[in-house]
């Protein structure tokens, strides 16, 4: 299995809602991502787990809180967004640091 | 400060006709290479990688890479392009001496490939 699976695979919320953000992979990587992506940008790395561990924050407003339950699961949960909030929410995993497997992303659209 | 450099937006080629994207690097160090591809709506998608060996690698649906050291580049080729080639592609960088697993993707190139 060489798929990271994400759920939902589209999101509209209110500024006052709590939701979560979930992302699935078997391939028994031990590094995974969430990334945003504005349209025809590049990804921007938001949180890096390794080996289950939170290893890099890049300065992510706490109304996004990573969560790694075991080395197969991650999720991101949302509370309080704003508008500019509004994105492509990408997961990716990866072993060793080599070559990053994505999965299709969910839309969040924050009214 | 590390960076990686997409310096064409949107790259259009006639079907049949080689392509190339460029992607030039500033990492220290030895750098792991990589090019993606992203679909309309989708996630990105790997398809090849130089880590160390040979300066020319091959991945996915005929692509292809040379890494040069010297100009500090990873162009991306294909020998023919198609139509299902039109799509965003990412040149990434991880600098290994970092110590971690972070990536630094460059701002994207749009390939067009016209009939």
């Known amino acids: 299995d060489t798929e990271v699976t994400q759920t939902p695979k589209h999101l509209v919320m209110g500024m006052t809602n709590k939701k979560s953000l979930k992302c699935e992979q078997h391939m028994g990587h031990r590094a995974m991502y969430w990334y945003k992506q504005k349209a025809k940008k590049p990804p921007e790395l938001m949180f890096v787990?390794?080996?289950?561990?939170?290893?890099i924050n890049e300065s992510v407003p706490s109304r996004f809180s990573p969560e790694c339950p075991n080395s197969s699961l991650l999720n991101l949960h949302l509370h309080a967004l704003q508008p500019e909030d509004s994105a492509l929410y990408l997961c990716a995993s990866s072993q060793s640091g080599t070559e990053q497997f994505f999965g299709p992303g969910t839309r969040l659209t924050v009214l | 400060a590390q960076s990686v450099a997409q310096p064409e937006d949107q790259v259009n080629v006639a079907e049949g006709n080689p392509l190339t994207v460029k992607c030039t690097y500033s990492?220290?160090?030895?750098?792991?290479l990589f090019w993606y591809v992203q679909y309309p709506n989708r996630g990105l998608q790997f398809l090849l990688k130089y880590i160390t060996g040979d300066n020319l690698v091959k991945g996915s649906y005929g692509f292809e890479a040379e890494f040069n050291k010297s100009q500090t580049s990873f162009h991306l080729k294909k020998p023919s392009a198609l139509v299902s080639d039109s799509a965003l592609y990412f040149c990434a960088v991880r600098d290994t001496n970092s110590g971690t697993y972070k990536y630094i993707f460059g701002t994207g190139t749009r390939l067009k490939v016209l009939a």
């Open positions: 787990y390794s080996y289950e561990k939170l290893s």
């Open positions: 990492v220290s160090g030895n750098p792991y």
